[in-house]
């Protein structure tokens, strides 16, 4: 077996794994130095650094680097712990190093204005493929975003029955009006993208929540939690005012995302706050302008 197909297999699947490498070796061991073993998501492995308790404990600490996406050294000394003693190995201590293997991260961009064509050159480099979005063929198209995935000139209802985005997807809605965003963000709420973002000012936020949550507690299919994890006003609050300074402030926040920043971060959403509980009439009738104007 071709380890690495079976990397590239997984990447392209849209799933996620973790690769473990004996890197360093002294003595016997119960494989050879730079041996690999893949471990994906499912719990399913391909490749072998020896079997035994020691492949038994990496592959319960890969599923660990899965979930975690962070890189892990473990060693082992197989002359002193007896429970290695499995008559695969005998005597010798191993390094090995366990490393998440991501999928390429698949950004969906609804609208396909200024912002939009910013927001796909600064997440193209950014190593983000993109999908866009838009009901009108003149701005959605391949010239305007050369090397996209995919490019859909579409209404918005009917594209998104095609679209089937994962945990490892990110959305960012940019349309050119409330009509449209809400459209999106109410089949956006509903998948299990890792990240949604939409464009507009609180003002526009607020009323496009309350709106859907209305819609959502009439029909029982929404409920106010499904937007705690709503960027709104998207991107991190870096005073950015150009389409090019919002592009940077929404894919700066969506590798915030994608890297699991610890720090706090200045994120302009309300929504995580909490606060979108206890707004009042008065505060949605204030508009606080993000750098992002709606979309045209």
């Not at 191993?94 to 939009?116: R, T």
């Not at 700066?252 to 890297?259: G, N, S, T, Y």
Request: hydrophobic content about 40%; proline content about 5%.
């Amino acid at each position: 077996m071709n380890i690495y197909q079976e990397i590239v297999k997984l990447q392209r699947s849209g799933s996620s794994g973790a690769v473990a490498t004996i890197v360093n070796s002294r003595g016997s061991i119960p494989s050879f130095q730079s041996a690999k073993m893949l471990i994906r998501d499912d719990g399913s492995i391909a490749g072998t650094i020896g079997g035994g308790c020691v492949e038994a404990e990496v592959w319960q600490a890969a599923r660990e680097v899965i979930a975690q996406e962070k890189p892990r050294t473990l060693t082992f000394d197989l002359n002193q712990d007896p429970k290695y003693d499995t008559g695969l190995v005998c005597g010798g201590t191993l390094e090995i190093f366990i490393e998440p293997v991501l999928p390429v991260p698949l950004l969906y961009i609804f609208g396909a204005g200024h912002v939009a064509v910013e927001l796909f050159k600064v997440a193209r480099n950014a190593g983000f493929d993109c999908i866009v979005i838009d009901d009108r063929e003149a701005y959605a198209n391949a010239e305007r975003f050369p090397n996209a995935i995919q490019v859909i000139a579409r209404d918005f209802d009917e594209a998104v029955k095609e679209l089937a985005p994962s945990e490892s997807s990110y959305i960012v809605i940019a349309t050119r009006g409330h009509r449209d965003d809400m459209r999106v963000l109410r089949w956006a709420v509903q998948t299990p993208a890792r990240y949604i973002g939409m464009v507009g000012s609180k003002r526009k936020a607020i009323t496009v929540f309350r709106e859907l949550t209305r819609e959502g507690l009439k029909a029982d299919l929404l409920k106010p939690d499904l937007f705690d994890r709503v960027h709104s006003p998207v991107g991190l609050d870096i005073g950015a005012v150009t389409p090019e300074e919002i592009a940077v402030s929404i894919v700066a926040e969506m590798i915030a995302v994608r890297r699991r920043a610890e720090r706090a971060l200045p994120h302009m959403s309300w929504f995580h706050s909490g606060k979108h509980a206890a707004t009042t009439a008065e505060s949605a009738a204030s508009d606080e302008p993000h750098s992002a104007p709606a979309e045209k």
